[in-house]
């Protein structure tokens, strides 16, 4: 096919442009405000290197960008639509195309603000509202997948719901544990809300609650611990039991997994070295240590005043923090990381504080957890440097303050790597998609909602979901997460160097697997304009009108093609791909009104492609 | 090392025939007759299993070692299931009372235990272990999930790991293999260290069954669907043709996933026993996905002819034994589910005189439990004792030296009873890939770190 084909042409699709002479004019003001931008981004990593770093504060930036936008917004667009596009893909469940169109005419600093301000849309508050609950708190399991995946799908707080699903994969608890409390969902989905509250908060308040949370007890046995010889709860009672040592188990977790990792590291993520070794960040007697602080908690009474003992509860309640019981806390002195002691005879309150704001002002964290948030939301490979600007971020915020998340999120979204790592380094530069977040993308780009007249988003048929897509929320198989940060898979990727650590969940079965997912839901869900459905199998329907609307004659799909290569590719889409599409778009198979088909076949081949489980 | 077999290297376009898989091997190695067949099933037991409450010594002094270290969690003398092990006294060791299907097979000589296991670069003492400068090797990251069950699947040889090779990998890398399935199966495990390897494949068999994209069922004809089918394999073409890795890895595993999908769409076809009711008869408190994987394993067994395999290496799992907490119910739970399913796998292989003596099961787990208890459970240690079973096994022996169970004995290196272990996985696995066929020479290719072990240290002897 010759190039001068139409389709070669770029779409712009979101501007009608009618003169030569307009589009130079908005390329050349794109231009100009690119540099302004770039310029903005230059100072932020230069005094990031001079160690220090700015205040994100948007209140400094939104003005100068304002001044930028003033002209441009009547035009349609400041940001190009690509590119926000695939800022949208990086820190939301997906973009839909009405997204796209409005961070186009606003900035990336003015959208940030926008998220930041937007009430918290919490899962049980969505699940209270649906009159699921018959039986409060023992709703079903159903329920509890359909809560979240609602509140992601349709939430507007995207980025929030995004940071979210981000600590839920370090802080994990998971329901894949095989007794009653996977049957109470209403407890994780707490525990799930208290992620999305302090999604934008402090580091250091996140890791007490999250440390004193009854889920999270639960799953890593904190509760109940208690010091070396005593006996918890009458000898012979059932249940009871006499303690030979404490629980080590939140102890070694929270340090390996939720603060800062197995080996010291320098403030760019690499690990510091000593005659070429690793330096072990903890050792086996830290653990023991940290246990012992962790002793003399346990989940409160369901009875309001609190009337029973450590041992003796009554009815638990899930949805409180634990509160602690002197009388079972170790009161001896302890010695934490880098050698800090604390003294004997404190309680179990203040041990816990001084051990997590012992681990909190430990050097890895920064680097730890900031390097984990990269992963999770922009590329698999950051540079030393994207790490170190990350990193300095974490540990202030330009306002003297560590640990603030709201300027880690942002740093991470605004630096030059995310923002301009597909062109500098287009072959390290990205990540795999996980296929949760694929199948989220799906249902937004292609404009899901819920059938009317029924309150549940899944149904019979989405009991298999889970386990074809390898991958949900709060069901990791245990505290490491569907996978591990420093995974590389066999092949191109290893042989580079490189990890790809959503890549664990994709093998030769699995990556058939969750594209048949996909697909079924593609094929079986959609609304077909007439309002009638192809099946009944599910409550969630697509709505392709808005796409329909782009085909004004079926031999030409290029201006749908370019559509859903903005919403599902970024704009990424290569010249090759998109001859391959239209030779596979055989008009001669759809009547007219079948315009709905057309829209779904060609969705279907981009949302199989190896293409779409890439994020760039 | 060679590398015969990769499947990256066939084209998009092979899909179905099998005939190209053909040919492709370029040496002989052990298994060149059609009756040699053997199979490994790697049981692990996620999460570190606490063998001390399976295993169990039953004499006087030592039994009321184990139950002063852990009151709560300790099994009554007298529910105990004694067991009197080849070449030691009578009923000096007992099972754990939720096992009796496993000491049937140990009486049978079908069971084996292999005791104090454990990560290690080479022999340790204790005295070495604590010397302060750590001069002798010993693995990173004691006590940790993840680094623990790198050191168990991969055998690394170095404190900085930089393979991502396992010994189930390197060990099918031994053998030629022109079948359609790769040597490797993981059972509903996906991706695992144990049989990671850079040209050796594996596959994961997943327990919802083989479930396939609706233009690539069985051979179609439809030129809409071939239509479909053509420019799948054309996207994933063009990526795999990509300088951009994570593109180059996406479009080559989507292909070898949908040929192997199709090839295997017919050859699973041929499974025709359903084996899952032979496991009905066990309680499950595992949710039943262990004895569906055993279940699927047996089933693909029976069919190896048809899959043309001559060297299987199975890699399924029991979850739930990181213990630190309700440890009597839980462990207790999955010892019934462990002992019961093992025994039902093993009864329908060795009933066909052909298998009988051609699989053979081995237990892993990333550590033991410490002796002590935490109060209703039980934390992380290093050595442990596992099981080996089948025909292949000289049943009714414990290997290996049972450790003290004295806190702070001659085994345990910190008081509560974390036992420094006295046989290394290099040792345990090069007994198990002796056996499947790979000379001594080239063991170490498999185990790097059987080069610190001479002689007879070299198998353990636990294969009759």
């Given amino acids: 096919m010759p190039k001068s084909h139409p389709y070669f042409r770029r779409q712009p699709g979101l501007l009608k442009l009618t003169s030569f002479t307009t589009t130079l004019v908005i390329r050349f003001k794109r231009y100009w405000l690119s540099l302004g931008y770039a310029s903005l981004l230059i100072c932020t990593a230069a005094s990031a290197q001079a160690q220090t770093p700015p205040s994100l504060d948007a209140a400094r930036i939104t003005p100068i960008i304002n001044f930028l936008l003033l002209e441009e917004s009547t035009l349609g667009g400041t940001t190009e639509p690509e590119e926000a596009s695939r800022f949208l893909i990086q820190s939301t469940f997906g973009p839909r195309y ?106 250091r308040d996140l890791l007490e609650k999250v440390t004193k949370n009854s889920v999270m007890g639960f799953y890593l046995t904190l509760n109940l611990n208690a010091p070396a010889g005593t006996q918890v709860g009458p000898p012979a009672h059932p249940g009871s039991f006499f303690v030979s040592s404490p629980d080590e188990n939140y102890a070694r977790e929270v340090l390996q997994l939720f603060s800062i990792g197995l080996v010291k590291l320098n403030l760019d993520g690499t690990p510091e070295l000593d005659n070429g070794k690793t330096i072990p960040s903890y050792t086996q007697e830290t653990v023991e240590n940290f246990a012992r602080v962790f002793t003399g908690w346990n989940y409160q009474s369901g009875d309001t ?20 019981f002197d009388a079972f806390h170790d009161m001896g002195p302890k010695v934490l990381l880098n050698n800090t002691a604390i003294d004997a005879n404190q309680t179990a309150e203040q041990d816990l504080a001084d051990a997590l704001d012992n681990i909190f002002n430990h050097p890895n964290v920064g680097p730890f957890i900031g390097k984990l948030l990269i992963q999770h939301f922009v590329t698999s490979n950051p540079s030393p440097d994207y790490v170190a600007r990350v990193a300095t971020v974490f540990n202030d915020n ?97 042989d580079a160097n490189m990890l790809a650590p959503e890549s664990q969940l994709i093998d030769t079965e699995s990556v058939v697997s969750i594209a048949t997912t996909h697909e079924e839901y593609l094929q079986r869900h959609h609304d077909n304009a007439g309002n009638s459905f192809a099946s009944s199998s599910t409550n969630l329907l697509f709505n392709t009108q808005s796409f329909e609307a782009l085909i004004t004659d079926i031999q030409q799909p290029e201006e749908l093609i370019e559509r859903l290569n903005l919403i599902f590719l970024g704009g990424s889409m290569s010249d090759e791909m998109r001859e391959i599409l239209l030779e596979v778009h055989d008009p001669s198979l759809y009547l007219v009104e079948d315009k709905w088909r057309v829209v779904i076949d060609l969705a279907n081949m981009i949302i199989l492609s190896p293409q779409f489980m890439i994020q760039k | 090392m060679t590398d015969r077999r990769n499947f990256l290297k066939l084209s998009a376009f092979s899909i179905g025939s099998l005939g190209l898989f053909d040919g492709l091997g370029n040496q002989a190695l052990a298994a060149t007759s059609p009756d040699d067949y053997k199979s490994l099933v790697v049981v692990n037991l996620n999460g570190g299993n606490d063998s001390l409450n399976m295993l169990i010594p039953n004499t006087d002094t030592e039994y009321q070692q184990y139950a002063t270290a852990r009151p709560q969690i300790a099994f009554n003398k007298s529910d105990l299931l004694p067991i009197s092990p080849i070449e030691m006294s009578a009923n000096s060791f007992a099972l754990s009372p939720r096992m009796s299907a496993m000491r049937e097979l140990f009486n049978d000589g079908d069971l084996s235990f292999v005791a104090n296991v454990g990560s290690l670069i080479g022999p340790i003492t204790k005295e070495a272990f604590l010397d302060p400068l750590r001069t002798q090797p010993r693995p990173s990251g004691l006590g940790g999930h993840n680094t623990q069950t790198a050191y168990w699947q991969a055998d690394h040889s170095n404190q900085i790991d930089t393979t991502k090779d396992g010994w189930g990998g ?21 991706h695992n260290i144990l049989q990671s390897h850079a040209s050796e494949r594996f596959y994961n068999v997943s327990l919802n069954g083989l479930i396939s994209l609706r233009d690539f ?56 026993q359903d084996l899952s009711s032979r496991f009905s008869d066990s309680v499950s408190f595992s949710g039943g996905a262990f004895s569906a994987g055993l279940a699927r394993i047996a089933e693909l067994i029976l069919i190896r002819q048809q899959l043309g395999m001559r060297r299987q290496i199975f890699f399924v799992q029991l979850a739930g034994f990181d213990t630190h907490s309700k440890h009597a119910e839980n462990h207790g739970n999955l010892s019934e589910d462990l002992s019961n399913h093992l025994k039902a796998f093993n009864d329908i292989i060795t009933e066909n005189d052909q298998l009988r003596n051609s699989v053979l099961t081995v237990t892993t787990s990333e550590f033991g439990r410490n002796l002590a208890s935490n109060g209703d459970g039980t934390d992380h240690a290093w050595g442990a004792q596992h099981m080996v079973m089948g025909g292949p096994v000289d049943g009714g022996k414990i290997f290996g030296t049972f450790p003290s169970l004295e806190l702070d004995g001659a085994d345990d290196y910190n008081g509560l009873g974390r036992m420094i272990p006295t046989l290394s996985v290099s040792q345990y696995g090069a007994t198990v890939a002796k056996w499947f066929g790979v000379e001594d020479e080239n063991l170490e290719r498999v185990f790097p770190n059987l080069q610190n072990y001479q002689g007879s240290d070299r198998d353990i002897g636990f294969i009759s």
């Fill in chain 2, 170 to 190: 390197r060990l099918a890398n031994e053998f030629i293999s022109n079948a359609v399935l790769p040597s490797n199966i993981s059972i509903n495990s996906g």
């Fill in chain 2, 217 to 272: 069922r069985n051979d179609q004809t439809n030129p809409a669907i071939r239509a479909r089918r053509n420019a799948l394999n054309s996207l994933n073409n063009l990526a795999a043709n990509s300088a951009d890795p994570f593109l180059k890895h996406a479009g080559q595993l989507f292909s070898e996933g949908l040929n192997l999908n199709l090839a295997l769409q017919n050859s699973l076809s041929s499974i025709t």
């Fill in chain 1, 305 to 324: 005043p609190q009337t029973s003992g450590f041992f003796n509860l009554g009815i638990p309640s899930h949805t409180k923090p634990m509160i602690s």
């Fill in chain 1, 98 to 203: 009405s997204d796209i169109v409005q961070l186009s005419n606003s900035s990336y600093e003015r959208w940030l603000d926008s998220q930041f301000s937007l009430p918290i849309t919490k899962t049980v508050d969505f699940t209270e509202s649906q009159n699921w609950v018959s039986n409060y708190p023992l709703i079903i399991s159903g329920a509890g997948n359909s809560a979240l995946a609602n509140v992601m799908l349709n939430a507007p707080d995207q980025l929030r719901q995004r940071m979210a699903y981000a600590l839920s994969q370090i802080f994990v608890v998971s329901r894949e544990v095989n007794n009653g409390m996977n049957e109470r969902p209403l407890y994780y989905l707490d525990y799930y809300d208290l992620l999305l509250e302090n999604a934008f908060g402090n580091y």
């Fill in chain 1, 398 to 494: 330009g306002s003297g303050i560590r640990g603030d998340l709201k300027a880690v999120i942002s740093a991470i979204l605004l630096d030059t790597e995310a923002r301009n790592g597909h062109k500098t380094m287009p072959n390290q530069f990205g990540k795999f998609k996980e296929p949760f977040i694929r199948q989220l993308a799906l249902w937004r780009g292609l404009e899901a909602r819920r059938r009317t007249n029924n309150n549940n988003l899944f149904s019979a048929y989405d009991g298999i979901f889970f386990s074809r897509l390898k991958q949900f929320p709060l069901r990791a198989q245990s505290v490491f997460n569907f996978y591990q940060p420093d995974f590389s898979p066999a092949g191109p990727l290893s």
